[in-house]
């Protein structure tokens, strides 16, 4: 094996650009690995780490690229590198050009607002180690911000949030992944019809299902207002979910509020909910796992999943009743679940989740915690119930491989669904595994069609399983509409035909993998 | 209305620092929307960092003192009143004082040219008979050596001006201020680059004698010359100010001419001195240099004020002053001029880069308005496209747009104008000079021209000072 590198000096790549390269020559053959980062110091840590450390790093700064290549044989590793920078150049090659042509490619926050006058908002998505300062500028030039960028301390959100509620300003995040204002996706996003129903959530893929199932019952939102998970934080108190309700509560294009968060901390519930009971409009309140009394204590409309709030805040934006609306939504799943068992082979007893929406997962595990009993995780429920190995699965389990620990280094497995189908493979050959449970995200800056890779990767799982006698039952819902870039009906129809039993939201596919898995258990 | 709630209320505009796809999404549903080629601030340095964080925190301050300070330079009215002896109206000029151009220097680091030109100015005022008697003076003391920029003055090149040499007075009328410079003196064997052959001597005498005072009664009998509408001219005409002048020097001379008689110079001055402006495209630029001067003075020494008041090089070091900082310099190894060279000359003949000229460019000329002198691009093998590209650079690290100086390719825009330490540091963009190249040897010449970059350690060093760091 030989290690061959070059460094670009004083220019800049995004991670997701250099993670997307750097996946792309690792595949080449002959290639046995492949970095494609800009120097800072983690980064350099994390190339010496790998094994590919090159002459002159330690002089290299964060405006410097280093591609490093590891290979068979010195040709194979020119040819990467020379592939490497071909990826780069089309976009370094743009941006000379588009430099020298016009209109102009501004180079900070000051010469964009020249360029584009009455801007109103920034969406930052920075490294966390640059963020802060982004947002902190941002802010007091006036402008409204979505933070999207994650790895910023919580000082500087308590700071940057008490510096936007000064200024009334709404600080959208840290770790904010999806908004919509005014109609216009921020992130990640799902193409939704506008409407009369506003929601304010602490949980990225929370407000993707709520919007996604509102707009399915043909509804749609007003505005859509993230805050980032640690808003409802004791520390944070709920800052940017108190300006939003309120925002919320003022705007004549809302008649309808949702909150969606995990359980807020007890101070920041009291505060959050005491502005629910002096709210003019409906609230309804998804606390995932939390408090449903001290909600309706409130006013407000407690609900227990994505699903069901989304119910709910139809039904009250049609002036119906919204505890009807949630009685009559409930489905029998359990022939459904009868026929995935019945094909299934003696010893087959375990579900194994595995999802890309940090919320998606919660709330999956809440609901299987009341079926299944403990479910094991990267990101448990209970402290007893975490992985020793989160690379490994035992009994039931559920992980979130969009958690940091998957991620670092690695695009979210919304972009890229490669590690998700390795699991899958290592899941199907598992011979106590029953059921598999996925979510598909769809939207913008999702991957483009995220549903025919998972479908192969269930055709060789189920044929792998199929191959030792098994039958493995898959169980999934799609996050997204018709109107989104990758189309919900095409998505579905490519999963449904891979085998895969859909179900309309994330709260019903878990319910039936757990059904399937606790009636697998009960015939072993 | 809270903010929050308008903003529900109006069409959302994004400005989008990050990630290309979140631009890609926005365009693709239609939104109105501006991505930035952002990069780490200050190339990552975390000390860098913290003194523009520093610096954020005091951001309304600072930027209403840069917003004062740019007012004044826009405003700045710069007017050609007078030309006098230099020690009859340059601040702080003796008999035993000589000025020179960019930050102060010892004069065992002074360059070739620099030595050339004090020994000719000592020559010419008589203070010394031979050069070895010149560079005692100087050594023990008895001539001191002080920069143009302490005296309200800027010099080409060398920028050595002596007692008795006669200078141009520039009066600021909207702040009052004034500011001086030489004469320039053509080109060939010429002080400014060190030359003190009799041949050079003797023009400066001319100089004195003849072309001064005719020059003053004319530019006296005119009630002054406005510089600042022949420099926002001579910008359609293709000069930048600093490096091309042939359209100013002849707005100017066009602007002299009809004063003359009334100044009553002699028909026999009058030919020697129409000889004289008439074999210089670049008579202008010492006048441009004056203005350039008088205009950013008045936005001088402004608390808080991180817009950079001059550029200058003395052949060794390249020096920079900021207004929020005062008199202070922050100084770095003077840079190699990447350029075209006469012929006969290489890189190697180059002395660093030399002259206050380049405060041109710190008010928003020379290499800042490169897109109005496309013809000048051909000194580093430029085109057309690389001078629009420079000056849209240089728009990023400035505070505004000099709506006086306007450029006809770029749809009438003004120059960028107001230097901004914290956008230099933030962006790692450094300001862009248009500038001759002296040979490094005293009294060779010019031996090409070309372009360079102010160094960045200049600006890193004045924006901790600024931050208080």
Redesign the interface.
């Known amino acids: 094996m030989i290690v061959r590198h070059v460094v670009l000096r004083?220019?800049?790549f995004?991670s997701?650009?250099l993670m997307k390269i750097s996946s792309a020559v690792s595949r080449l053959p002959g290639v046995r690995q492949a970095v494609a980062v800009?120097a800072?110091e983690p980064n350099k840590e994390t190339v010496r780490r790998a094994g590919l450390a090159v002459k002159g790093l330690d002089g290299l700064?964060?405006?410097d690229l280093v591609i490093a290549v590891e290979a068979e044989e010195e040709p194979v590793a020119v040819s990467a590198l020379r592939r490497a920078e071909e990826m780069l150049g089309g976009d370094a090659g743009q941006?000379q050009a588009a430099?020298?042509?016009?209109p102009?490619?501004?180079?900070?926050?000051?010469?964009?607002?020249a360029?584009?006058p009455?801007?109103?908002?920034?969406?930052?998505?920075?490294?966390g180690?640059?963020a802060a300062?982004?947002a902190?500028?941002?802010l007091?030039r006036g402008?409204?911000v979505m933070l999207?960028?994650d790895n910023v301390s919580i000082e500087d959100e308590l700071r940057l949030k008490l510096l936007a509620r000064e200024?009334?300003?709404?600080l959208m995040g840290p770790d904010c992944g999806t908004a919509i204002?005014?109609g216009?996706?921020?992130?990640f996003a799902n193409?939704v019809r506008r409407g009369t129903i506003g929601i304010v959530g602490a949980a990225g893929t929370g407000i993707q299902q709520v919007s996604v199932l509102i707009d399915r019952l043909e509804a749609g939102i007003?505005?859509a207002v993230g805050t980032g998970g640690r808003d409802v934080s004791a520390r944070v108190g709920g800052i940017a979910m108190l300006?939003?309700l309120?925002?919320l509560e003022?705007?004549e294009?809302t008649r309808v509020i949702v909150l969606v968060a995990k359980p807020p901390a007890p101070e920041t519930a009291e505060a959050v909910l005491a502005a629910v009971a002096n709210c003019e409009k409906p609230v309804v309140v998804v606390f995932l796992g939390g408090n449903r009394e001290a909600i309706q204590r409130a006013g407000g409309y407690a609900a227990d999943t994505l699903e069901e709030a989304a119910v709910m805040a139809v039904a009250l934006d049609r002036g119906e009743s919204a505890f009807e609306a949630v009685r009559d939504a409930g489905v029998e799943l359990t022939p459904v679940a009868r026929q995935e068992v019945d094909r299934m082979a003696p010893g087959q007893k375990f579900l194994r989740g595995l999802y890309s929406g940090g919320t998606l997962c919660d709330e999956a595990m809440l609901l299987l915690r009341e079926r299944v009993g403990p479910v094991y995780s990267n990101t448990p429920l209970e402290p007893g119930w975490r992985l020793r190995d989160s690379w490994v699965s035992t009994g039931d389990t559920v992980v979130d491989l969009g958690d940091d620990e998957f991620t670092r280094g690695r695009p979210h497995p919304m972009i890229d669904p490669a590690l998700r189908l390795q699991r899958l493979e290592r899941e199907a050959s598992d011979p106590e595994v029953a059921v598999v449970l996925l979510d598909v995200v769809l939207g913008?800056?999702a991957h483009p069609d995220p549903g025919s890779v998972l479908a192969e990767g269930v055709v060789r799982a189920k044929e792998l399983a199929a191959s030792q006698g098994r039958y493995l039952s898959v169980v999934a819902s799609v996050c997204g509409t018709r109107g989104d870039?990758q189309d919900l009906d095409r998505q579905e129809a490519v999963l449904r035909a891979a085998g895969v039993v859909l179900q309309p939201s994330n709260a019903r596919a878990a319910r039936l993998a757990g059904l399937i898995a606790s009636m697998a258990r009960a015939r072993s | 209305?809270?903010?929050?709630?308008d903003?529900?209320r109006?069409?959302?505009?994004?400005?989008?620092?990050?990630?290309?796809?979140?631009a890609d999404?926005?365009r693709?549903?239609g939104?109105?929307?501006?991505?930035?080629?952002?990069?780490?601030?200050a190339?990552?340095?975390p000390e860098l960092?913290a003194a523009?964080?520093e610096l954020?925190e005091r951001?309304?301050a600072v930027e209403s003192a840069n917003r004062e300070a740019f007012e004044r330079i826009c405003g700045s009215q710069p007017v050609w009143i007078d030309v006098a002896r230099a020690d009859e109206v340059v601040p702080g000029m003796r008999q035993n004082v000589v000025l020179h151009a960019g930050p102060p220097l010892r004069w065992e680091e002074a360059c070739g040219p620099v030595r050339g030109a004090v020994i000719g100015a000592l020559l010419y005022e008589g203070l010394a008979g031979s050069p070895a008697e010149a560079e005692r003076l100087v050594q023990n003391g008895e001539v001191q050596l002080s920069p143009c920029h302490h005296h309200g003055a800027v010099g080409p090149m060398a920028g050595v001006v002596s007692a008795s040499m006669p200078v141009v007075v520039v009066e600021n009328r909207a702040y009052g201020n004034r500011a001086f410079a030489t004469l320039n003196e053509g080109l060939g064997k010429v002080l400014r680059f060190g030359a003190y052959s009799e041949e050079v001597i003797s023009r400066l005498r001319w100089m004195r004698d003849v072309l001064a005072p005719a020059l003053r009664d004319v530019v006296r009998a005119s009630g002054g010359i406005d510089l600042k509408q022949i420099i926002a001219r001579a910008l359609h005409m293709g000069d930048e100010c600093h490096n091309r002048n042939a359209a100013a020097t002849s707005l100017l001379v066009r602007g002299l001419l009809p004063h003359f008689g009334s100044a009553g110079v002699s028909g026999a001055v009058v030919a020697e001195v129409g000889e004289f402006l008439s074999r210089n495209d670049h008579f202008f630029l010492n006048l441009s240099m004056a203005a350039c001067k008088a205009t950013m003075d008045a936005a001088h020494g402004m608390p808080n004020c991180t817009l950079v008041t001059a550029m200058a090089r003395n052949g060794t070091r390249f020096g920079i002053r900021v207004s929020g900082t005062g008199d202070r310099w922050f100084t770095a190894a003077a840079p190699r001029v990447n350029g075209l060279y006469f012929v006969g000359f290489t890189a190697e003949d180059a002395n660093p880069d030399l002259g206050d000229s380049s405060i041109t460019e710190t008010a928003g000329l020379g290499g800042f308005a490169m897109a109005a002198a496309p013809a000048i691009v051909q000194f580093v093998g430029g085109t057309p496209?690389?001078a629009?590209?420079l000056t849209?650079?240089m728009?990023?690290i400035c505070f505004g747009r000099n709506q006086t100086f306007t450029i006809p390719v770029l749809g009438f825009v003004g120059t960028p104008a107001g230097i901004d330490v914290r956008?230099v540091v933030?962006?790692?963009?450094t300001p862009v000079i248009n500038t001759g190249i002296a040979h490094r040897e005293a009294g060779m010449g010019q031996v090409g021209a070309g372009l360079t970059r102010a160094p960045m350690e200049c600006f890193e060093e004045a924006l901790q000072a600024l931050a208080g760091l």
Request: zero cysteines; proline letters at 5%.
């Open positions: 004083n220019t800049y995004d997701v650009t800009m800072t700064s964060a405006t941006r430099a020298a042509r016009g102009s490619v501004p180079r900070s926050l000051d010469s964009a607002r360029i584009l009455d801007s109103n908002l920034v969406l930052i998505s920075v490294p180690l640059y300062a982004e902190a500028k941002a007091r402008f409204h999207f960028s200024k009334g300003l709404l204002i005014n216009v996706p921020l992130g193409a007003s505005q300006q939003g309120a925002a003022a705007d294009g913008y800056g870039p | 209305m809270s903010p929050v709630v903003l529900f109006r069409e959302l505009r994004v400005i989008n620092v990050g990630l290309r796809e979140f999404t926005l693709e549903v939104a109105q929307h501006v991505h930035v080629d952002w990069r780490p601030p190339g990552g340095k960092m523009l964080s954020e951001f309304d496209e690389d629009v590209a849209r650079e728009g990023e956008k933030e962006t790692g963009i």
